[in-house]
Nanobody
Framework: QVQLVESGGGLVQAGDSLRLSCAGS????????MGWFRQAPGKEREFVAA????????YYAESVEGRFTASRDNAKNTVSLQMDNLKPEDTAVYYC????????????????WGQGTQVTVSS
């Protein structure tokens, strides 16, 4: 079992940057592919980014491609999401999630979820 804790959210202005982090509890953390999702009020949870077990392969939603960068440090059991050039439409609760397979875009493929961290981008 993996416990995930996100941090780094906050209130920023459009064009600013934020870096989210997700700390995992398990010694087997490096065995999990990791994903980032977000959910805005009244909307469904949507895929943002994913990184494979090694960190060598990343995958992004079209809406964040070129602005967000996912990475991981298996020695520290952490995964990060660097968010640049933030837009008001990026406002949401951001969640990290872990899975043993590789179905990056699908929430149902993930086995464990964090509690989420709020990101608010003002215009």
């Amino acid at each position: 079992q993996v416990q995930l804790v996100e941090s780094g959210g906050g209130l920023v202005q459009a064009g600013d940057s934020l870096r989210l982090s997700c700390a995992g509890s398990a010694s087997t953390f490096k065995s999990y592919a990791m994903g980032w999702f977000r959910q805005a009020p009244g909307k469904e949870r949507e895929f943002v980014a994913a990184v494979d077990w090694s960190g060598d392969y990343t995958y992004y939603a079209e809406s964040v491609e070129g602005r967000f960068t996912a990475s991981r440090d298996n020695a520290k059991n952490t995964v990060s999401l660097q968010m640049d050039n933030l837009k008001p439409e990026d406002t949401a609760v951001y969640y990290c999630a872990a899975q043993t397979g590789w179905g990056p875009r699908h929430p149902a493929a993930y086995d464990y979820w964090g509690q989420g961290t709020q990101v608010t981008v003002s215009s």
